[in-house]
């Protein structure tokens, strides 16, 4: 058995069988787990015998004839900053290790497990979420199974981590500006930020993110993504953004030729410094897509200027919102400092400046309407840069830079579906992610050309971790 190997359709397939049991499966993670994460560090949490005696229930179920769901016995690993019933959540922050362990599960971990998914502990993530790379004070540095020194991308960098070196074929991520793709292109997965609302936050407290954030499944395939998803989407009365359910489940619409029509490019987005080896990466994998017979629209300019701003404010006002209190307290000095200066921002933040920063989300997604009218989708690199060495930032063409993830937060503000696929790698064996853009709520249309990039491209990406 291996989660690198096989797809989660499949392991489904094996445990409704009976080929396979969710206590194998879960066991395998286990396994997985015990003889990796000491290198990899993925997860802040497991919970052995809680996840075997879940397992053990799902088999009894099965042997009874029941129908435990679309996603029997599969094993996931939960982002750190939701709830998974019986462990702690600890939002990667030392300020909150010694909390009591969840009595609830989020919505998104609710639906999961009502789907069949095992959990098997907590993965980890940096403070709060707040940057594209994965350390905190509590758990370290998360590192990535395709270079150790190396990290895997944030937030969502433990989930992605678990997924790419075999840990788990499942996990939970999120995306407040990136935090599901840059993980997903810096390991080698395919990941999506779905529409906001299609996966219901729901949770009783508001976002800490405000109305960046969306929450999703993550995985090695976007067909296993969209099957996950399927199990995912849906209104929740506690969420007053969550969209209606799709008409038709997505997963079987990825069946077959899913060759987009026509396409439009923008190699920089109009304002970008892309590193050479990532430009060279992507602009390959566009053109085999175009020899595959989609047209490509080239688009050289969608923004004149990074949007970033926008998304600074809003979620530095998030961030003062939930932690501003603090300041001045004991507590204070035990925030990680980059973070300390994050909140610092949004205590300064002045309400007309929140409400310009509201008004940029409108403009934002009428440059990317515009963008789009010749085409339905629009693709870019999913990063400016390559994945940082661990505790330094992303490099663009070998120099430091804190823009290697500027082509990520515009569509938190935007709101339109975005994911990442792996289009090559890079001279030392890194991945590099192409981003697929689609208008608003077309998710289906982004999934499938996401599955249209998997099957053009072929890719193998295996991770060297044994």
């Known amino acids: 058995m291996d989660f690198r190997r096989t797809t989660v359709a499949a392991l489904v397939a094996q445990v409704r069988s009976g080929e396979l049991s969710a206590t194998e499966l879960v066991t395998h993670a286990i396994d997985r787990i015990a003889a990796l994460d000491g290198q990899i560090n993925a997860f802040s949490q ?3 015998e809680r996840s075997l005696a879940a397992a053990a229930l799902i088999d009894r179920r099965l042997q009874a004839g029941e129908d435990v769901g679309p996603l029997a016995g ?16 600890t ?5 909150h290790v010694a909390d009591p362990p969840a009595d609830r599960n989020s919505v998104l971990v609710e639906r999961l497990t ?6 098997v502990g907590k993965t980890n993530t940096p403070e709060f979420g707040f940057k594209g790379v994965t350390d905190n004070v509590p758990f370290g540095a998360t590192t990535n199974p395709w270079d150790p020194s190396r990290t895997p991308g944030g937030s969502s960098g433990g989930s992605a981590a678990a997924i790419a070196a075999g840990m788990v074929p499942l996990a939970t991520g999120s995306d407040g500006g990136g935090s599901i793709r840059i993980p997903s292109a810096l390991c080698g997965l ?17 976002s800490g993110t405000g ?3 969306v929450r999703g499944p993550m995985t090695r395939t976007i067909r296993d993504a969209a099957l996950a998803l399927d199990a995912s989407v849906g209104p929740h009365p506690l969420d007053v953004f969550a969209l209606p359910a799709p008409q038709q489940a997505w997963a079987p619409q990825l069946d077959g030729d899913v060759l987009p029509p026509r396409i439009a490019y923008s190699p920089t987005m109009g304002y970008a410094t892309v590193d050479r080896e990532v430009a060279a990466v992507v602009e390959a994998a566009v053109r085999q897509l175009e020899a595959a017979g989609t047209e490509v629209v080239e688009v050289p300019m969608v923004f004149e200027s990074d949007p970033v701003m926008a998304w600074v404010h809003i979620w530095t006002t998030s961030r003062a919102r939930t932690q501003g209190r603090l300041k001045g307290t004991p507590e204070w000095e035990r925030i990680d400092p980059e973070l300390r200066d994050q909140i610092e921002m949004g205590l300064r933040i002045t309400g007309v400046q929140y409400a310009e920063a509201i008004d940029a989300c409108h403009l934002i997604n009428a440059q990317l309407e515009a963008a789009m009218q010749e085409a339905p989708l629009l693709v870019c690199p999913t990063l400016a840069g390559q994945a940082p060495v661990l505790g330094r930032p992303g490099t663009i063409d070998g120099v430091e830079s804190p823009t290697w993830v500027s082509f990520t937060p515009f569509l938190n503000l935007s709101r339109n579906p975005g994911g990442s696929v792996c289009a090559g790698f890079t001279g030392s064996g890194l991945p590099v992610g192409l981003q697929v853009i689609g208008r608003q709520r077309d998710d289906i249309g982004v999934l499938r050309c996401l599955a249209a990039f998997e099957d053009v491209l072929g890719i193998d ?4 971790v044994v």
């Open 46 to 48: 497991h919970d052995p």
């Open 74 to 89: 599969i094993p996931i690993g939960v982002k750190d900053l939701e709830d998974a019933e019986g462990y702690v959540t």
């Open 461 to 464: 990406r295996l991770t060297p």
């Open 114 to 119: 009502a789907a069949g998914c095992v959990v």
């Open 211 to 213: 109305l960046l954030s």
């Open 91 to 95: 939002f990667g922050s030392d300020l």
């Open 190 to 206: 395919s990941g999506i930020k779905t529409s906001q609302g299609r996966v219901p936050l729901g949770d009783p407290a508001p």
